[in-house]
């Protein structure tokens, strides 16, 4: 299978099988990396849980399925996924690679 476009931490991976397994995700549903519009051109990221489409591609990191759009692929090369608990809030992360 390819190499998946993006990383995620193993943090990142622990917390993704716990909401798996506590809001009892239906078979048939894999964890979906994306981009989102918003207003004014402005773009994020996104993580949740959906089913495949055609025009996804399926990877496998640390045992989860994870898909993600082809038209996202290219925005998402080198970002990280990670967990992260601070003293207020918890929650997850997009890392982008500093560019030179």
Known sequence: MEEIPVEITPRAQQEIAQI??????????????????????ATGFSLGFDKPSES????????????????????LLNVKVDYEERKEEQGFVFLKPTEA
Not at 56 to 75: A, N, P, T
């Open 56 to 75: 996804d591609k399926k990877y496998v990191v640390g045992g989860l399925e994870v898909l993600i759009d082809k038209r996202h692929i290219m925005y």
């Open 20 to 41: 798996i397994e506590s809001k009892k995700i239906p078979e048939g549903y894999f964890l979906r990396i994306g981009m989102r519009g918003g207003g004014c051109g």
